[in-house]
């Protein structure tokens, strides 16, 4: 019975997590292997290996966008967090109405709304293109939450300390601000690029040709409906699991005490 619970006060060893962890994986595998013999389906995961050229297209396709989406999110998550704050009353009444009409509206909505009437007035043909900054839009909201959440829990007292040292602005937000931010921003953007990855199938909805995009195709021609979207997933836990175990490790490196 020791061997499924884990000693209080003690660390779980590394074994019997990774005996428990594969216990959990193997229920789940044989429940959804029931499940299927229950509905009479055979998988025949070989019709995937009969257009490798697509899913490899799609694959990179999907890392390109979410790589280029990350790096615009970042800066107009930055930009409108500093905005928030601003004196000038409407840079931060954009800002702030920005954040809340993304955050408040699904991803689906507005890839059809900027995609079909923003592009299109403004010309903007090039559906990668398009769909990289839909993304971008989309996660810089959320990635502004994280970094104005996290300058706002810093402690007051650190900021009087540091002008008390005689530190000026830009020392301030150099020596104090900027490294605390950085530890407390790292785990959370890591675990928000997992979710850029995720939220990039749906630009299969304007035909960027992603994975999920490539993997639609494919059910469509051998009519394995059930192989290629578990084919997709595998890809996908592939891309973000990684993430993941990098987010973890990033907060428990960066995790201290105030």
């Not at 809340?100 to 299109?120: D, E, N, W």
Request: proline fraction near 3%; charged fraction near 15%.
């Amino acid at each position: 019975m020791n061997f499924f619970l884990q000693t209080q006060g003690r660390p779980v060893s590394p074994l019997k997590a990774a005996l428990n962890m594969l216990l959990v994986c193997a229920a789940v595998i044989a429940f959804f292997w029931v499940s299927l013999l229950r509905i009479s389906v055979e998988l025949d995961f070989t019709v995937l290996a009969q257009y490798p050229l697509w899913i490899w297209e799609g694959f990179k396709t999907t890392v390109l966008v979410s790589l280029m989406s990350l790096v615009l999110s970042l800066l107009l998550g930055a930009l409108s967090a500093a905005g928030s704050s601003s004196r000038v009353l409407p840079l931060r009444y954009l800002c702030k109405g920005y954040v809340t009409v993304i955050r408040g509206t699904p991803l689906m909505m507005q890839i059809y709304l900027f995609y079909y009437i923003v592009g299109t007035a403004w010309g903007i043909e090039n559906r990668f293109l398009s769909g990289a900054l839909i993304l971008s839009l989309f996660e810089g909201a959320y990635i502004c939450e994280i970094i104005r959440g996290s300058y706002l829990s810093i402690d007051e007292t650190q900021l009087e300390a540091a002008r008390a040292v005689g530190f000026d602005k830009k020392q301030t937000l150099r020596h104090v601000i900027l490294p605390q931010m950085v530890t407390r921003t790292v785990p959370a953007l890591a675990g928000q690029f997992a979710s850029i990855i995720k939220d990039s199938s749906l630009l299969s909805l304007i035909a960027v040709v992603e994975l999920s995009q490539r993997f639609k195709e494919i059910s469509t021609i051998t009519f394995h409906l059930f192989e290629a979207y578990l084919g997709l997933g595998i890809i996908y836990l592939c891309l973000t699991l990684p993430i993941s175990f990098i987010s973890k490790y990033l907060e428990r490196r960066f995790r201290y005490e105030n």
